[in-house]
């Protein structure tokens, strides 16, 4: 009966809860801003280590961003361990605050960067307060590890992140982000790939002697509509041409353009797909020249078997705290897409309820905090 007794002392604490979220928050923390940055590191270091499950807590000085977090608990005896993944980096730069202060409205708490993601930031070290406190100890350890840089593509974060689940093995991972829309976790996540494509033609004067020219913008734009017919295919690759450059006058033949593209994709074998597909572009005018650079940099979080066992347990916990807990594929990654390469079962989208993450009304549900608290405990424990 742990995810209710969990549910009980997070309400009982509901206040102190959403102060210490209230805190985190009314620390400005945009990416790059190392003082913010440490600040907000400063306050969650403060409340985790009164924690008696608390074995270490790691501070990682990251040059020009701050710092990451390292937090370990319940390690003493367990040779594997549970990943709990986030970052206390926002989008909102500074002085957002003073213009969209901490404001609780109908049971919807806003203020920048509460629901992506510093309230489950303070969230994950309440779980922890609250296992202690009903004296529940999970079979593994427990590793948080909260980026700085996540929101500019966690370059100095992911390699922490990794290292940190070479460390030992690791069951799972609970990515900490927020949910899809209706508190829905995330099973699986697209991957992504940068391209670009460059057409080489040939320049003439656009009215003397257009026949001696070979335009490197039709040509672009030829192929362009050939690549967006993928989107059409049903399968699970989606296709973006969506930054064009090219040409130098409107009275001239185009000699040369380029195309900046975006592509996601569902599985392993899709990603080849497309590659396979970007590399043998052919020209339509073969008296042009397409080159396509680029390549793949998120690999998908699939929903394999093990997610979904996870998923299913989470939705069983879930039943018993009286919630339907649906789940949701999205076309944006996160750390959860390399995890999921590292063959670690990942369940995304944890974050408590709420809306507009990098938006003006960015918010989270109040009466969400103590049913996902509840959730994530109840998994900590059943794992
Ligand atoms: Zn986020």
Redesign the pocket.
Known sequence: MIPSQVFNALQARQAEVEAFIRSLVEIESPSGDAEGSRGVVDLLVQAASGLACVDAIERVDVPDFGQHLVVKAFQKGSQQQILMV??TDTVHSLGSLSERPWRREAGKIYGPGIF??KANCALAIEVLRTLVELQATPAYGVTIVLTCD??VGSLNGWPLIEKVAKEKPARCAFVM??PASGGRVKTSRKGTGIFAIKVEGKAAHAGLEPEKGASAILELARQTEQLHAINLSGSGITLNVGVVHGGTRSNVVAAEAQGEIDVRFSTEAESHEIERILSSLKPIDERTKVFVSGSINRPPMERTAAVVELFEKARAIAADLDFDLGEAQVGGA?DGNFLAAMGIPVLDGLGISGDG?HAVHEHIEAGDIARRGALIGGLLMSI
């Open positions: 986030g970052h992506d993601m996540e929101e982000e927020p996160s993450a």
